[in-house]
Each structure stands twice: as C-alpha cells, then as structure tokens.
C-alpha cells in the first residue's frame, strides 16, 4: 500500500516541471514531516552553527570536536570505541584521529592488558582546546534549550532516550524484506 500526502504547493499550481514532480505510479509522502529526516536536519543545522565557532576559535571541524569530547569524556578508548561512541563511520574516526595526533592533541598508547591494542588519549593541549570548547558548547546547549520550560526539557530528555533505545529494533539485515502493512 502506498504512502498518500497532499500535492506540495509547486505541483498544485502546476508550475512543477513533469520531471520534477512525483506521479501516482510512485509512492509519496511529507517528507518534511518525515522525523529522521527532521532529526537529521536539525541536527545538521545545530552541528554546523556549532561548528562554526569551532573552527572560528579552535581551528576544529565537526568530526574532530566530536573526537575531542568523546575522549574527554571517556579517555583510554581505542578508535573503534571512538566510532561506537559517535557513530561516526569507523573511516572518518581515523582520518579525524590521524589529523588530531598530527596536531599533537591526542596520544595513542598501547592497552595495559592487550598490547596489540592501542588506546587514544587527549594530550595536554588537547585538553586545554577541551576545557575551552566544553562551556561554548554548553552555552550552546542553553541557548538552544532557551524556548523550552523545564518540563518540556524534561520530556524531550525522555523521549530522546526513548528514541534511541528504539533505534536498536529498527537494525535489519541486508536481505531481510521490509515489514508491509
């Protein structure tokens, strides 16, 4: 059974271009009602705001501050923990990690009971650019938060953590066909 929405405002006037605008062969939907694609554009608006003044003071882009607070917050973890902890592709956390130790903001050591394995810590002036960003980044935090009373902060916590618990049942394997109504 396909998805019916409305006409957006381009097609009803007719000024949309046949190419451009969905037939009724093809499945349709809101796709600005669509919430993981509004999670994803909300969160790639507030990481790019951020990221602004990142890189404006600190000289770092997403992928390296997301790097920086992780192992800020949890030092001693190997660049797979890195990606689990961000999820971030596995690619990205080494190119990031490589840039980062190149500017001599992380460290890599070997794990104590597992010498094959290395393990990533902040360095003395990765931690200075950490103790910098943490209260910008929360300030940001606030500031986004502003328009919302405590309560509502409250239940967006919750629904957030709801939501991503529920992620966990939505992981599907290559072949496995989609549920149908």
Not at 20 to 26: G, M, R, T
Not at 62 to 89: C, F, H, K, Q
């Amino acid at each position: 059974m396909k998805p019916t929405t409305s006409h957006d405002s381009t097609e009803a006037s007719g000024k949309g271009s046949p190419s451009s605008a969905p037939s009724d062969e093809h499945a349709r939907w809101e796709l600005d009602r669509f919430l993981p694609y509004r999670l994803s554009i909300l969160s790639n608006r507030v990481s790019q705001t951020i990221a602004g003044a990142y890189a404006r003071r600190f000289g770092l882009g997403v992928t390296e501050w997301r790097v920086i607070a992780v192992l800020g917050r949890y030092p001693g973890l190997s660049a797979n923990g890195v990606a689990a902890r961000t999820a971030m592709d596995k690619v990205a956390v080494s190119r990031t990690v490589a840039r980062l130790l190149e500017r001599g903001l992380l460290q890599r050591d070997t794990h104590d009971d597992d010498r094959r394995r290395s393990v990533l810590e902040l360095s003395r002036d990765g931690y200075r650019i950490y103790d910098e960003v943490v209260p910008v980044a929360l300030e940001y935090e606030r500031r986004l938060l502003a328009p919302l009373d405590a309560d509502e902060r409250a239940q967006l916590d919750r629904l957030l953590r709801k939501l991503n618990e529920g992620v966990a049942h939505l992981d599907v394997e290559p072949d496995t066909p989609l549920p149908r109504d």
